[in-house]
């Protein structure tokens, strides 16, 4: 009988196939195509859309495509899960070398080639009765807990060192961090690409001094990542990430006041022009939104690619209380306001209110300093 | 005036027609969807608590009448048109454009 090993993280579960070969490596993982298993995402696909973790990291896209923040969002999201998977896979191996039952395991398996795990009938019970628990510490060290049968995990074993040694501690940590999200991310990059297609047909063509700001973060941004010098190189990007912060909060300034004067129908003061004064500012609107969006996406985007999980999670959660404040506390209103919304649940200004709950879930786990990784062994027959 | 209710289901005939339920219909009688209120000109969803007009189409009908004004009256019969018409309302409007 195969065996195959499934390391479960978070809510999604990347599934390995441990093959052991004589090559000097004790073994390695061969991962198995998710949609071979019929597990795909069920994040629906949309279309022209540029943030979807399962595509493969694209090419960097021209500065002056509307979607260049999006993408780089999207790309670093991708090569940080990436990297974490790695981390992930090491962290796996290191523990299967220090567990005394995957020892075994593994001695019984020194001359086979290419193939799959086989594990003894009681050692796999034993496996699939109890789920392993990795922690780790605020300093990264890491422990691993073995949950016996009466769902109690027991004393924590300390991995030992060297065999992790190859691995940074805070990237680990990180890394176990973003593995256990992977499923948020999932949904939260699925609710910003809603927005991100209504935003996106807005921002083509448009230019004023509002958004000055954004574009000056922007290119801060740009002249930072060829600067050599280091110290150089993180004041300017500094600067970036507070001029699209300023810019952001300016934005969202207007956009409030927009709303304020619609809600106390101030527009009725001119005769005969209502709906064109009500017009004129759904327009305003849609632009200071487009524009938030966008600076949110940039500032996301450099954190992630800088490795700053916790302050792209932050960003994402101010994102997150800005919408709670003005979209879902007048979302009734901003539908009918909007000539272009049916006021559908799909509708832009329903679907720009949904980001909420799920983007403050994240920021709330990412900066928990518990990591927990859960490592299952599941048995599954393979014909 | 009774308020009308409609489909929201946007791959439902009802809703590609803007077709009008009545108040007391619950449910879609093309696609069985719930149905909401819905705006009686141009078919937006409304919160239970509105009107039978979303803002924007009671905005039109407001301007259709502020043009009816201008156009068949000088300044006075304008002023005594709208506060017959509109009563309170057509006063506070009044006062604030003095
Ligand atoms: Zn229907
Ligand atoms: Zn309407």
């Known amino acids: 009988m195969k065996r195959v090993m499934t390391v479960v993280s978070g809510t999604t579960s990347m599934k390995h196939e441990l093959i052991v070969e004589p090559n000097g490596k004790k073994y390695r993982y061969k991962k198995v195509n998710a949609k071979e298993n019929g597990n795909v995402s069920n994040i629906a696909k949309i279309k022209n859309s540029y943030m979807d973790l399962t595509s493969p990291i694209t090419d960097e896209i021209s500065t002056y495509n509307p979607a260049y923040p999006?993408?780089?969002?999207?790309?670093?999201?991708?090569?940080?899960?990436?990297?974490?998977?790695?981390?992930?896979e090491k962290v796996y191996c290191a523990l299967a070398s220090e567990m005394p039952m995957l020892t075994q395991m593994q001695q019984s398996l020194k001359k086979g080639v290419k193939y799959v795990v086989d594990i003894s009938e009681s050692t796999s019970r034993a496996i699939e009765e109890g789920k392993i628990k990795l922690t780790t510490d605020k300093s990264g060290r890491m422990y691993a807990q073995i949950r016996d049968s009466n769902g109690q995990f027991g004393s924590q074993l300390p991995i030992i060192e060297e065999s992790l040694a190859h691995l940074d501690p805070v990237q680990m940590a990180n890394s176990l961090q973003?593995?256990?999200?992977?499923?948020?991310?999932?949904?939260?990059?699925?609710?910003?690409?809603?927005?991100?297609?209504?935003?996106?047909?807005?921002?083509?063509?448009?230019?004023?001094?509002?958004?000055?700001?954004?574009?000056?973060?922007?290119?801060?941004?740009?002249?930072?990542?060829?600067?050599?010098?280091?110290?150089?190189?993180?004041?300017?990007?500094?600067?970036?990430l507070s001029a699209l912060s300023e810019s952001t909060f300016q934005l969202a300034a207007v956009m409030e006041s927009d709303i304020e004067y619609l809600l106390n129908g101030e527009y009725k003061i001119a005769k005969g022009k209502n709906v064109e004064l009500i017009?004129?500012?759904?327009?305003?609107?849609?632009?200071?939104?487009?524009?938030?969006?966008?600076?949110?996406?940039?500032?996301a985007g450099i954190y992630c690619n800088l490795g700053e999980l916790s302050a792209m999670?932050?960003?994402?959660?101010?994102?997150?209380?800005?919408?709670?404040?003005?979209?879902?506390?007048?979302?009734?209103?901003?539908?009918?306001?909007?000539?272009?919304?049916?006021?559908?649940?799909?509708?832009?200004?329903?679907?720009?209110?949904?980001?909420k709950l799920e983007m403050s879930d994240l920021a709330k786990q990412l900066n928990d300093p518990d990591k927990t990784l859960f490592l299952g062994i599941l048995k599954e027959d393979m014909k | 005036m009774k308020k009308v209710r409609g489909c929201m289901n946007e791959k439902c005939v009802?809703?590609?027609?803007?077709?009008?339920?009545?108040?007391?219909?619950?449910?879609?009688?093309?696609?069985?969807?719930?149905?909401y209120y819905v705006c009686k000109k141009c078919y937006t969803q409304l919160p239970d608590d509105s009107g039978n007009?979303?803002?924007?189409?009671?905005?039109?009908?407001?301007?259709?009448?502020?043009?009816?004004?201008?156009t068949t009256g000088g300044?006075?019969?304008?002023?005594?048109?709208?506060?017959?018409?509109?009563?309170?309302?057509g006063i506070n409007t009044l006062s604030k454009i003095k």
């Open chain 1, 70 to 88: 999006t993408v780089l969002l999207s790309n670093g999201l991708k090569t940080r899960l990436a990297e974490s998977q790695i981390v992930a």
């Open chain 2, 14 to 35: 009802a809703n590609q027609k803007k077709t009008p339920y009545k108040e007391e219909d619950e449910y879609c009688s093309k696609c069985g969807h719930k149905l």
């Open chain 1, 279 to 299: 017009d004129e500012r759904m327009q305003k609107i849609y632009h200071s939104f487009a524009f938030i969006h966008q600076a949110t996406m940039l500032r």
């Open chain 1, 178 to 240: 973003i593995q256990a999200l992977r499923g948020q991310l999932d949904v939260i990059t699925g609710q910003i690409n809603l927005i991100d297609q209504s935003v996106r047909a807005v921002l083509q063509g448009q230019q004023s001094d509002r958004i000055g700001l954004y574009h000056s973060g922007l290119s801060l941004y740009l002249e930072s990542r060829v600067i050599v010098s280091n110290n150089l190189k993180s004041t300017i990007t500094a600067q970036s």
């Open chain 1, 313 to 355: 999670s932050t960003v994402l959660d101010e994102y997150s209380r800005f919408i709670d404040n003005t979209v879902v506390n007048n979302v009734d209103l901003l539908v009918q306001w909007d000539k272009t919304d049916s006021g559908s649940e799909e509708g832009v200004w329903k679907s720009r209110a949904k980001l």
């Open chain 2, 75 to 89: 300044v006075l019969t304008a002023v005594g048109f709208v506060v017959v018409n509109r009563g309170k309302k």
């Open chain 2, 53 to 70: 007009f979303c803002v924007r189409c009671y905005a039109e009908k407001e301007d259709q009448k502020d043009r009816i004004i201008k």
